[in-house]
């Protein structure tokens, strides 16, 4: 595994956080903590090391199956493509090519500034050769008493989209809650919201777990006033509070994904509405994780 980069920080009531990077490995957030509390499900290191999927992997410029996949290099390059052809995959960084590679970055005790570009070189490669397009795309977190903000941008040459597709750990009972809008995405067919996803209240998501989940949401705010979008994820180790927002009013929305038996669930901010299909070659996502802990 490559060189591992932490933030810490206090909380104001002096209870340590810990945030641990993994630059050269994807920008990936190997580790979050509130004192002995973990939220990244340290059982997915292994989704990791095999195909820099697991604990808190990015997502873009792209996320889906591109039918028209780069090709001109060796695919020796990267050991996970030879497995995935055997399963039946096509494109190889179906999450992007982001995760995939180093990033460049700067970092002090609370903050880390990340940038990757299409002009960037992986092995003598340029990475917009295994992406099919030109972009560059900037991380920045910052570790701060209240917790972890995030600033993820990206310019591209098409229409790209950048998420976060953490993987938090869960097991028992849980809960996915927020305001979200009265249509979700389950694959390509968009669906009204059942009712028991509600619990009687219209446009307020309370998605119980475990059961299977690979759905898209689209978010809403409680008041005309609030800035940022609001979801919540209850387990029986913690409480996450995941507020998060975009550069556009439209293109965003949230991947709920939760495989049977599963010992994580994925929440990802996304800064499209339809991330096969996103329409912006320029946007921005802001995502602030806050830890509250059970007493």
């Known amino acids: 595994m490559t060189g591992n980069i932490q933030l810490k920080n206090m909380t104001l009531l002096e209870e340590p956080l810990v945030a641990t990077f993994l630059p050269e490995g994807g920008m990936n957030l190997a580790s979050y903590k509130l004192g002995n509390v973990e939220v990244i499900d340290q059982n997915t ?131 996915v809650h927020g305001s979200v809008q009265n249509t979700y995405r389950d694959q390509k067919e968009w669906k009204p919201l059942p009712k028991e996803w509600t619990e009687g209240n219209e446009n307020h998501l309370h998605f119980s777990l475990p059961q299977q989940a690979d759905f898209g949401f689209l978010p809403a705010k409680k008041t005309p006033n609030e800035h940022d979008y609001h979801l919540i994820l209850d387990t029986d180790a913690y409480s996450l509070h995941i507020d998060y927002n975009t550069a556009s009013n439209t293109e965003i929305s949230c991947q709920v994904f939760h ?29 602030k994780l806050e830890i509250f802990k059970y007493t």
């Open 45 to 175: 290191r292994s989704l990791y090391e095999e195909r820099k999927a697991g604990l808190g992997a990015l997502i873009g410029p792209h996320f889906h199956q591109r039918e028209e996949v780069s090709t001109g290099y060796d695919e020796a390059l990267f050991p996970h493509i030879a497995k995935g052809k055997k399963e039946g995959r096509k494109d190889p960084f179906s999450h992007g090519i982001g995760r995939y590679v180093p990033w460049k970055y700067v970092a002090s005790e609370t903050q880390i500034k990340a940038r990757l570009r299409g002009d960037d070189l992986y092995q003598g490669v340029p990475l917009k050769v295994f992406e099919g397009q030109d972009f560059v795309m900037t991380y920045e977190a910052r570790l701060l008493p209240s917790g972890l903000f995030i600033e993820y941008k990206v310019e591209s040459e098409k229409p790209s989209v950048i998420g976060l597709h953490y993987y938090y750990a869960f097991s028992g009972k849980g809960s």
């Open 259 to 287: 495989p049977d038996k599963a010992s994580y669930v994925c929440i990802e901010p996304l800064s499209a509405k339809n991330p096969a299909a996103p329409l912006l070659k320029q946007n921005a996502l802001e995502v």
